[in-house]
């Protein structure tokens, strides 16, 4: 690493040069920005990963299951470490097991855990100090309109890459004076240069043209101006991609009635969910999205619009597809390329079946019908499956 | 007002009796009656001299100047008995002189309609938006938009009535933000009991006045648990004393996916100052897009009438392609708010039949007509209407 080659230099010319240039070489070496590719996680051991997964509330445990036992079916080399969060536990001891469990493994698939609205202010949104103590800093989410799911728009292909640790999330509030509220949102230059970053370089990666950052700094100047100046600053380095600039509720109008102008959009932390959900309404609902969050060590694959669906918990109405994309998103992470593809073409088949439709994009299939579907897809490809050898 | 006085010279006699304690009686009547909630109706401002209303009219920037126009000639031909007085707000000045003068002739006449006022982001951060400035001067606590589709204009959903009823003077809009750290910007939001008790009961006194069954509160409670925490309570308690409706509430996340796929479970909706502005936004499109939805900002003793989306329209100012509908309904819920409901109905009717009938549609809603062409046809059909008008 290079990092180390420059950190030994200092010691030659400290007595040479004063011990500023060690002290700038020192903080240039540990600057995460310059780092240039993400590796795996070295938690291959005899060829099989080993992934955290924390199930959740709602909906979540059931899909989970259903992810297990795909992986199993298409003997995919992953294995999972499986850590419960009890959401209505008012010690933090749960959650700090699952990030544990998560820097240990590098990457984790979950579901939402529930925030109980009833209980005190003092006790954090559980999702939120993940994201924030692992510094995901990243919430990308690709939408997608999907062959064979009805939708009133069409041809929707936009990347939404949303700030996932500061912002309206800083959850700093306090209560002055009796009945006046003051929620603090933080917006800095590091983290507003990292994302911006993060988005550009994706857009190059993946050969998009246009990035639109969304904001509202007509209103608040400081804030949103920073993140947009920050923007501009990072556009300047990528001039074959078009920057442009929106304000948010222009944005949301447009992306009701022209949601096809937009590519790549990237956005502070409130303003990342609301139109993360907008898009993800307009190609067919929360069972289709799939969601990643990322950071510079550690992954977190999730749903795109993070529902607990406590209301169709356990009916065998949930829709399997978002949880089974972000999972098709875990395995592209770890570079199981084959397993991925194989996996996701299996699942747009099926979606494209309409009389497997789940209540959600208005059919009367389950769960169980979807995910057998699936699995019959993936044994007609002929690849290698639990059946084939004879485990089922 | 008579009363307050009453009481005041009252007690200048009844003091030397009861020495202190009917002196803090007197303190008690004098927050009673100052008290703004416990005013019922808005009276419209008295300026009717010679039969005349006088109305403030500020054209703004962009497309305002030509829009406000189209409304005077409007109201010349059909003989209403308003008059306006003009008072332009120049958005490059760097100095609150022209936007005082403005707050002072509305404070005068009561009532104003304008046009959006540009705020641009160049200038320095201490230059506030003059709108916004505009609306906390004179304390328009409720911004209400009642989106509903139009039969002649196509739209993917259909039949949308919702009334949306947004806090405009607080919450994310307070303009309070600074940089203690260098490269760390806080933005303050601010949610108080007062407002949001305020916000609470306008919203059910024009859901019960309006035959409306269910007001829905968004918020993000369970992010930002202290603010929205605060105005969910306040609107609770509010609801409580409003049985025949009935309440619930929503995350805005959840709303805005909602709202794309299916609008028409909403009623009423009542929310913080930036929630209010996308969802507004949101519904806006789903209607027909900015040129069709008027929006009016309500006060205690002031209302100022204007397009909801409150979009300048840089790009088409001088075109003659603006919708003139929105201000022109605007312009009409003005004329009720002066009590002037026949005339605000036969403008309407008018407005409604060029949008519904003859089909004349600018360029925004995919027709090819002018705005001055929407206009000439408005005046014939107010004139055919039989009604007393100037000739065309």
Request: charged letters at 20%.
């Amino acid at each position: 690493m290079t990092a180390r080659s420059v950190r030994s230099l200092p010691g030659v010319l400290k007595s040479v040069f004063s011990n500023r240039l060690s002290r700038v070489y020192g903080a240039a070496a540990c600057n995460q920005r310059h780092k240039s590719t993400y590796t795996p996680p070295p938690a291959r051991y005899g060829g099989r990963h080993t992934v955290t997964l924390i199930p959740g509330d709602g909906i979540g445990p059931e899909l989970a299951h259903h992810v297990r036992e795909l992986f199993r079916f298409c003997c995919v080399p992953v294995d999972f470490e499986v850590v419960n969060v009890d959401s209505s536990m008012a010690s933090e001891d749960d959650i700090n097991n699952a990030i544990m469990a998560i820097r240990r493994n590098g990457v984790a698939l979950k579901g939402n855990i529930e925030t109980n609205h009833n209980l005190p202010p003092s006790y954090k949104s559980r999702n939120s100090l993940l994201r924030t103590t692992l510094d995901l800093y990243a919430n990308v989410m690709h939408c997608q309109s999907l062959p064979g799911v009805r939708t009133r728009h069409k041809n929707i292909d936009i990347m939404i890459i949303r700030e996932n640790t500061e912002g309206e999330y800083s959850s700093l509030e306090h209560e002055n004076v009796p009945g006046v509220v003051e929620c603090l949102k933080i917006i800095t230059k590091t983290k507003s240069l990292r994302i911006a970053d993060y988005a550009f370089r994706a857009a190059r990666a993946t050969g998009r043209r246009r990035v639109t950052a969304v904001h509202k700094a007509n209103i608040m100047k400081l804030a949103d101006g920073l993140f947009l100046e920050c923007c501009k600053e990072v556009a300047s380095g990528y001039p074959e991609i078009s920057f442009d600039s929106m304000i948010v509720d222009n944005t949301t109008m447009q992306l009701v009635s022209r949601p096809q102008q937009f590519d790549v959009m990237v956005m502070p932390n409130l303003y990342g969910n609301v139109v993360s959900n907008v898009c993800a309404g307009l190609v067919g609902g929360p069972g289709l999205v799939p969601g990643a969050n990322y950071g510079e060590d550690y992954a977190v694959f999730e749903t795109g619009t993070r529902n607990t669906g406590k209301s169709i918990a356990n009916h065998n109405t949930a829709n399997p597809t978002a949880m089974l994309l972000a999972s098709c998103l875990l395995l592209d992470h770890v570079k199981l390329h084959a397993y991925a593809s194989m996996i996701r073409r299996a699942i747009l088949s099926t979606i494209t079946e309409t009389r497997l439709h789940t209540a959600d994009l208005g059919g009367q299939g389950s769960t169980s019908e979807v995910v057998q579907s699936i699995m019959n897809a993936v044994q007609s490809t002929g690849c290698l499956t639990t059946e084939r050898i004879g485990l089922n | 007002m008579a009363a307050h006085s009453a009481v005041l010279s009252m007690s200048k006699i009844i003091n030397p009796f009861w020495g202190g304690r009917l002196g803090n009686t007197v303190k008690v009547f004098g927050t009673t009656l100052t008290s703004h909630r416990n005013k019922t109706l808005l009276t419209p401002p008295p300026a009717k001299y010679g039969g005349r209303h006088t109305v403030t009219l500020i054209p703004g920037d962009g497309i305002g100047p030509e829009l406000l126009n189209h409304v005077r000639e409007v109201f010349r031909f059909s003989c209403v008995p308003v008059d306006f007085e003009v008072v332009n707000v120049n958005s490059a000045l760097e100095t609150d002189d022209d936007m005082n003068n403005a707050i002072t002739a509305i404070r005068r006449n009561g009532i104003a309609l304008k046009g959006n006022i540009e705020t641009k982001h160049t200038m320095a951060p201490s230059v506030k938006s003059r709108n916004n400035l505009l609306r906390t001067s004179l304390d328009l606590y409720a911004n209400v938009m009642h989106c509903q589709s139009l039969p002649g204009v196509q739209t993917r959903h259909k039949n949308i009535d919702i009334m949306i009823i947004r806090e405009n003077t607080e919450g994310e809009y307070s303009s309070l933000e600074h940089e203690s750290v260098s490269g760390v910007v806080e933005s303050l939001k601010i949610i108080t009991r007062n407002n949001s008790l305020r916000i609470a009961d306008y919203a059910f006194k024009l859901a019960r006045e309006k035959g409306r069954r269910r007001v829905t509160a968004v918020h993000k409670a369970n992010i930002m648990k202290l603010g929205d925490g605060l105005f969910l309570q306040c609107c609770r308690e509010v609801a409580s004393g409003y049985p025949d409706i009935t309440f619930d509430s929503m995350i805005v996340d959840n709303t805005t996916m909602q709202l794309v796929s299916k609008p028409h479970q909403f009623d009423v909706m009542v929310m913080p100052n930036l929630y209010g502005n996308v969802v507004s936004n949101v519904c806006a499109g789903l209607v027909g897009g900015p040129g069709l939805v008027p929006g009016a900002n309500y006060g205690n003793a002031y209302a100022v009438f204007e397009t909801a989306t409150r979009n300048t329209g840089k790009s088409i100012a001088g075109k003659n392609i603006a919708n003139p509908t929105a201000m022109l309904l605007a312009s009409c819920m003005m004329l009720d708010h002066l009590k002037l409901y026949d005339h605000a109905t036969m403008i309407r009717h008018a407005v409604l039949k060029t949008m519904n009938e003859t089909r004349l549609h600018t360029a925004d809603i995919g027709g090819q007509g002018t705005t001055s062409e929407v206009v000439q046809t408005i005046m014939r059909i107010i004139q055919s209407g039989g009604q007393l008008t100037t000739e065309l």
